[in-house]
């Protein structure tokens, strides 16, 4: 009220009051002197109040009487003007509220008689108005009177006086009752009043009400009785009254006011005992009333139900039902029932429109709802309204169906305003709209048998906002448009559904926090609250026992009626948002069922969805057994009978989708359209917002899933989720762009739905994987049998379901597991696929998971979740397999770190391929293991290292793909090294295991069973690996064999040494002796036929086209291998004991593969031999660090290059041998084996290399074709070996063994070669070079002469037997070697591709042999042992041959070396005969030599034509160099030689100093060259023995005397005879022979005169001179010769003769004179 006591309000009222009595008075100053005065007095009267009172608003109030008196009777002149000015500034004090009781009567007195006059009506409601409105001033009598004034002027004949009366009416009786709510708010602090007691009988009773209320009382008690057409007690003056008024104010104080009512119990009697009497009442035509009786028989005119009064009714039992349900429940009861009867058929159209309109006001209060069903539903002999307000709605709907409507079916919908499409004209002079296809329908409606109802926007959701409710101004029932009823009843299930499902949910939710927290607090340990706590829990759950009794009636009262009208609604829709709204409703009442566990209702709202996601009659068992169960499709409900309408067919529905239905044999097409998609989503929707409450309903769900996801054919991609699938299948699908723009949603939904399961409680999982195990057992039984595309929806689902919930597997991990096994074994191969790839991905997920603890803490799970991939190995399916390698491989990729445990499980897989089981699958599976061996080897359980071997070793023997045999070859090498690099953490770690193990076995008792047992840990494992090459060593294909072989030996080669000692007895036996006789055996036995080509379009070489070339080479490096570990692991081996046996078996390989008929093999057995006897022995070598196989013998020669290096790998570490043998044997030192034991090792393998050399040199029997004849590198090879094994062996090697090997030494030699070899072996045949063949036998001799000659006396008697030996060779010069009977050819004459023997050219052998044996023979000419075994003698017999045969040697360098030899012997050699000479040794030796000189000096042999000049005189000057020989070394020492042998001598000296002795020339002859130096040097050396004065005998002497008269007696002759033939053939010249002859001659005399000069003169006999003499005359006859060249010779002989030209003696000239 500040703002109207402020002191400016005060005096400004007091300002207006002064005004408007001056006003009045002046107005009235004519016309009415008495309220003129009246107003001036008034004036003076509010001055002085003004002046006098502190608080003027207070004294006018008390004065108000007077003050307002001018105003009265300005009133009261009834003149307009002034009736209108005093009205004004009544209202002026009223609202300043200085208008005391009193004066308030007397103002509504005044207002009472202008309304009697009608003056000023409006005027004077305002001030009735404001009189009540401002404060409590009027009441009782007064107020009634002002209430009745205000109903007379609703009743005037003017329309605006009548309405703002009846707002006015409306506003004060609002008035009067806000004042018993202000009045109750005053006295809400005094005790209150106990609630209104039923049965108080005195309807007058008021007198406890205070004045307020007493007043509304009245007011409310009369306004019923007038509304029952009777007398009121209190409106005193009421004329007349309508119902409809009377209904329309009732319903306005129910409503506004209920608590009023229910406060005050008086009010609430009126309300039994007045108002619901009467609206029963009220209501009877309508209840009596049915459609199409005559009503013209009966005349009164109550009985026909009037629109506005109905209406209002229904408006009133609404409000009372919503506010005063509590109060009136038995009422309520009645109304309900009524409101379900207005809906039946026979009733007006329009009351049943206002029926459905009210019914929707319950409908959207779920709490009143609930409030019927716990009073009237819950309760025994009750009518169960809740069900029977659904169920009408249900009978309602289907009614409109039916039924054609009675209404004004002509009405056109767009009559009305209220519909959908705003101006629906518009929309129909377009059809096309809205329309995607011809078959759909313009406006959104309902279409069902061809009863066609448009839906129609009457509301908003949620709220019940009537229209013909509302209709309070209309009198006629109002058209109802079709369609209007259909849609609020529509509305009113969609409402009522949503209303209920949000009340009990939200209760359920508070419950369960509720009864959550309240456990928390239970199990908190407070004592003192204990007992109160279990109180509350008890009473919690009691409560919720009710309130779960309630939610449960009430879904069981509404299903069966809400599931027949929603099916029928949905099958009818027509509209989308109409069946998305149906849809909805079907869904939030499935999920609640499912919450309260009511499996029956759940599963019938869940099929009616699943009904209509799939196309009509869709035989799927699966929902007609559930709909069977459902009572034959009809629930009887208390006398009515709601009809589950089976679906039409021809519901006017866009196609968008046309596919093959999922079943056993195809059956043509299905059509799905957009609605089917539509349940789908919701469907969908279902599931995943509500999946943890379907159970068992999970079948359902997802049967249809999997038939609408087969039908609009989407396939599953990766992970299971499905995605449009390609249109490959057959001419099935077809998809309109609506339905594709559609899918991806779908399929995301359908992802969704599976990721959703997360969330589902353990229970419910279970229900779900359950359910898709079914299905996918149903698509599995259906895929029998076909090949046609499966049904993948289930495995695809259970694949997302598992990897959702990864953070649970193992309580879903066995039967989903379990599951997709079998579906892995399905013979149909998509089917299996999916199975394998649902199976896989899940394995993959799993391990990659984080799960809580991590799998590396939990090793349980790990090896649950590698299991599954173990067990598909039981498929044989290559396709299954395919796809556990592919996982096994990514599983390496991202986990191989961390699999620990799960290694064996891992690695059985690789393993369990088979050879059979196809390319592709050993290849994946073998980079499953080329991975392992590169990575992960060393984050892998040590235990498992013999698996990888295992493994690796199975791919090596697989024969489908060769690369991954030699790979994984490679890979065993890779493994070693691993083994080895970090050896000693293994060996830790496997002696630990070990440790373990031997206890356990302990404790049962059983032994301990492992390969190589009694072998430390980590040793088997090398035997192992050691163990699987050697099975791969004898693999049938060569290139497996070969690679496995270097690395088997390479392995042992670089790694043997971690061995533990005892280690190497089982690698010696077990491993490679075991291997040696196994390559062997299948060498031996290999097939000889001709392998054509390697496989396609390889080529195989020569060397290699049999099997038997092939396991040639196997052999050869198993061989090899073997005999470098013997070598380079001597000092390992030899302290194991049983070494010599170990080197015998190794012996008696190497000599069985040497004598094997197979040049390659035999050739590397020697080069294994050499290997072994480059050993050093290891008491000189003990510390001296180990070098991989190098020749420690420096051997001469060797072949080719060591073996070491045709193994490709070189080793990798050495490590001094002082240091491993230390490792081994703690602190002893080395042990070092007897040098006994050593020598016999040497001698064995001496036995061996004789044996090996005497079999393989010996000539065959038999020629022919076949004959197997040793190699030369053979040969070579084996000689070779001698130096070196002769290095062991030699203080023990005597005269046999000597003779043994000259055998071996003369056989092998003699070995010829095969003309395809030759060129390769010999030089061109006129090249003097020795094959490699020939230089190893020489060295060998050489080795042997060298150790002869530092050895003992003993050694030397060797040497003559070398002198054999080599002189043997020597004669190989002249006569080649036989070998056996084989027929060699000479090598120009040898075609090179056949198969021939060619004999060497044996020259450059047998000369470099001589060379030898004159070196030799320089060094221990004075042996005793060279003296005593005529070793000259021999050399001179041997050089006697090509000596002998001179010119007709096969070589001209053989007998000049001779020569050269034989003068290089002698000159040595006969110095010592001479010294021997008294011992007889060399008397056999003198002929010899003689016939030797004689043979060589006059050979029988011509020299060849084209020798030239200078070549012949060479060759004279050799001849001439022996004659000189014997003239120094043998004629001077003459006395100490034997007299047979001179005269030979001097004979052959004769012979050659006349150089022809044949007197007759033949023309043959002339030719002959005259060896004129000879003859001269013979001459000599004749006639200087002749003369020599150390003449001893006379027999010498007379020798030389002799030979000197038969040299002039020839030369005399022969002058004679030239002389004469000159003569005779004068001008003639004389043959050149002739010629020749006389010339030589002359030149001997020229010699002899010089050599009788030279002699000492006492040696010359006087007859010898006279000879000479004697010849001069002769001479001189010859002066007279033609020739010139006889003439120069003539000269020369002449000259001489001037010695002899003394003057005479004196005696003589005396005598003359």
Known sequence: MAGTSSPEAVKKLLENMQGDLRSLSLECRKKFPPVKEAAESGIIKVKTIAARNSDILAALKENSSEVVQPFLMGCGTKEPKITQLSLAAIQRLMSHEVVSEAAAGNIINMLW??????????????????????????????????????????????????????????????????????????????????????????????????????????????????????????????????????????????????????????????????????????????????????????????????????????????????????????????????????????????????????????????????????????????????????????????????????????????????????????????????????????????????????????????????????????????????????????????????????????????????????????????????????????????????????????????????????????????????????????????????????????????????????????????????????????????????????????????????????????????????????????????????????????????????????????????????????????????????????????????????????????????????????????????????????????????????????????????????????????????????????????????????????????????????????????????????????????????????????WPLVLGVMGAIRSDQGESLIRTAFQCLQLVVTDFLPTMPCTCLQIVVEVAG??????????????????????????????????????????????????????????????????????????????????????????????????????????????????????????????????????????????????????????????AETWVLTLAGVARIFNTRRYLLQPLGDFSQAWDVLLDHIQSAALSKNNEVSLAALKSFQEILQIVSPVRDSEKPETPPAINVSVPVVVGTTTATSLGRSFMRTDSIGERIGRYNGSEPPVITDEIEDLNLWWAAWNSWYRIGSESTRPPITCDKLTFIPSQPFLTALIQIFPALYQHIKTGFSMDDLQKLGVILHGAVSVPISSDASPFILPSYTEAVLTSLQEAVLTALDVLQKAICVGSESMQIMYPAIFDQLLAFVEFSCKPPQYGQLETKHIANAKYNQAEWVALNYVPFAERSLEVVVDLYQKTACHKAVVTEKVLQNIIKTLRIPLSLKYSCPSESTWKLAVSSLLKVLSIGLPVARQHASSGKFDSMWPELANTFEDFLFTKSTPPDNLSIQEFQKNESIDVEVVQLISTEILPYANFIPKDFVGQIMTMLNKGSIHSQSSSFTEAEIDIRMREEFSKVCFETLLQFSFSNKVTTPQEGYISRMALSVLLKRSQDVLHRYIEDERLSGKCPLPRQQVTEIIFVLKAVSTLIDSLKKTQPENVDANTWAQVIALYPTLVECITCSSSEVCSALKEALVPFKDFMHPPAPKVQNGES
């Open 954 to 1111: 199975s791919f090596g023997l697989h024969n489908q793909e060769l690369n991954i045999s030699l790979t994984s070859i490679g890979l065993l090498w890779n493994i070693s090294d691993y083994f080895f690099q970090r050896g000693e953490i293994i060996e830790k770690e496997l002696n630990k295991e070990e440790a373990v193990l031997q206890k356990q076995a302990e404790e049962k008792g059983v032994m301990l069973n492992r390969p190589f047992h009694p072998a430390p840990p980590f040793d088997c494992l090398w035997l192992c690996l050691y163990a699987k090459l050697g099975e791969l060593c004898v693999d049938p294909r060569p290139a497996v064999r070969k690679s496995a072989g270097q690395t088997l030996f390479s392995t042992i080669g670089a790694h043997g040494t971690l061995l533990q000692h005892s280690t190497w007895h089982t690698v010696i036996w077990k491993v490679l002796f075991h291997l040696l006789d196994r390559v062997r055996e299948s060498s031996t036995t290999a097939d000889k036929e001709k392998i054509e080509s390697g496989g396609g379009n390889i080529l195989i070489h020569h060397s290699r086209d049999t099997a038997e070339k092939q396991w």
């Open 113 to 902: 008689q202008l309304m009697e006059n009608s003056l000023e009506e409006l005027k004077l409601l305002q001030t009735v108005l404001v009189l009540l409105t401002t404060n409590t001033v009027v009441h009782d009598e007064a107020l009634s009177k002002a209430i009745v004034l205000c109903f007379r002027l609703h009743f005037t004949k003017d329309n605006i006086t009548n309405n703002t009366a009846a707002a006015t009416v409306r506003q004060v009786v609002t008035v009067v009752f806000e004042r018993v709510v202000a009045e109750d708010e005053r006295y809400k602090d005094a005790i209150d009043q106990p609630v209104a007691v039923q049965g108080n009988s005195n309807r007058r009773s008021v007198s406890t009400l205070k004045p307020c209320a007493k007043d509304a009382y009245m007011l409310f008690q009369d306004l019923c009785q007038l509304v029952n057409a009777d007398a009121p007690y209190w409106l005193v003056g009421m004329t007349e009254m309508t119902r409809t008024f009377g209904l329309e104010l009732l319903e306005s104080v129910l409503n506004d006011f209920p608590q009023v009512f229910l406060q005050h119990q008086e009010f609430s009697f009126l309300l039994k005992e007045r108002v619901c009497p009467l609206v029963i009442k009220l209501f009877s035509p309508n209840i009596k009333f049915r459609q199409g009786s005559s009503t013209s028989s009966s005349p009164a005119p109550v009985e026909k139900p009037y629109f506005p009064i109905c209406m209002r009714l229904l408006r009133v039992v609404s409000v009372l039902i919503k506010q005063f349900y509590s109060l009136l429940v038995t009422e309520c009861e009645i109304f309900l029932s009524l409101l379900v009867k207005f809906l039946d058929a026979d009733k007006p159209q329009w009351l049943r429109a206002v029926a459905v309109e009210s019914i929707h006001r319950l409908c959207v209060q779920p709490q009143l709802l609930r409030s019927f069903c716990q009073s009237y539903d819950m309760k025994q002999h009750s009518t169960k309204v809740f069900r029977d307000i659904v169920n009408a709605l249900g009978s309602f709907i289907q009614s409109l169906f039916l039924v054609p409507s009675t209404g004004n079916t002509s009405a056109s919908p767009n009559q009305t305003g209220s519909n959908a499409s705003g101006n629906t004209g518009a929309a129909q002079t377009n059809p096309g709209v809205l329309g995607m296809g011809g078959g759909a329908t313009v406006l959104p409606a309902f279409e069902y048998r061809g009863t066609w109802i448009p839906i129609l926007n009457v509301t908003v959701q949620g709220s019940a906002k009537a229209t013909y409710l509302e209709m309070l101004d209309k009198v006629e029932p109002p058209t109802i448009p079709e369609g209007y009823a259909m849609s609020v009843a529509f509305h009113c299930l969609l409402d009522l559904v949503r209303g209920i499902t949000t009340m009990i949910e939200g209760e359920l939710g508070e419950a369960e926090t509720v009864s959550q927290t309240s456990t928390e607090t239970t199990s908190l340990p407070a004592q003192s609250s204990e007992q109160q706590d279990l109180q509350s829990v008890s009473d919690q759950s009691e409560k919720e026992l009710v309130s779960r009794a309630v939610w449960e009636e009430m879904v069981n009262a509404c299903w069966c009626g809400l599931l027949a009208a929603l099916s029928l609604l949905l099958d009818a829709s027509t509209d989308e948002a109409a069946t998305e709204n149906i849809l909805k409703a079907e869904l939030t009442m499935a999920a609640l069922c499912g919450r309260l566990g009511l499996v029956t209702s759940r599963d019938a709202f869940i099929t009616a969805i699943c009904k209509g996601s799939l196309p009509p009659h869709y035989a799927l068992t699966v929902l007609n057994s559930t709909t069977a169960a459902l009572s034959s499709k009809s629930y009887s409900i208390q006398g009515q009978n709601v009809q589950m309408i089976s679906p039409s067919s021809e519901s006017h529905q866009q196609v968008v989708a046309v596919g093959q239905p999922l079943a056993l044999q195809p059956q043509g097409t299905v059509m799905l359209t957009s609605k089917n998609i539509q349940c789908m989503r919701t469907l969908l929707n279902l599931a995943h917002c509500h999946g943890a409450v379907l159970g068992t309903s999970w079948q359902l769900v997802l049967a249809t899933l999997q038939h609408l996801v087969w039908i609009l054919g989407l396939k599953p991609g990766v992970g299971g989720a499905l995605k449009p699938g390609r249109a490959a299948e057959g001419p099935s699908t077809v998809l309109t762009t609506a339905v594709m723009t559609d899918l991806p949603v779908i399929s995301n939904i359908l992802s969704r739905l599976f990721e959703s399961s997360q969330y589902l409680d353990d229970v419910s999982l279970h229900h779900l994987i359950n359910a898709l195990c079914s299905l996918s057992l149903e698509a599995m039984d259906m895929a029998y049998g076909n090949n046609k595309e499966p049904s993948l929806f289930a495995v695809a689902k259970l694949l997302e379901t598992g990897l959702v919930n990864m953070h649970r597997i193992e309580i879903l991990w066995r039967p989903l597991t379990g599951h997709l096994l079998e579906v892995c074994q399905h013979p149909n191969s998509r089917m299996r696929e999916w199975g394998a790839e649902a199976l896989t991905s899940l394995i993959k997920a799993g391990l990659t998971f984080s799960h809580d603890p991590p799998l590396s803490q939990n090793q349980r799970l790990q090896l649950l979740l590698l299991n599954p991939l173990k067990e598909l190995s039981n498929i044989s399916h290559p396709d299954i397999r395919i796809k556990q390698l592919e996982c096994v491989l990514q599983i390496l990729q991202s986990q191989g770190d961390s699999l620990g445990p799960g």
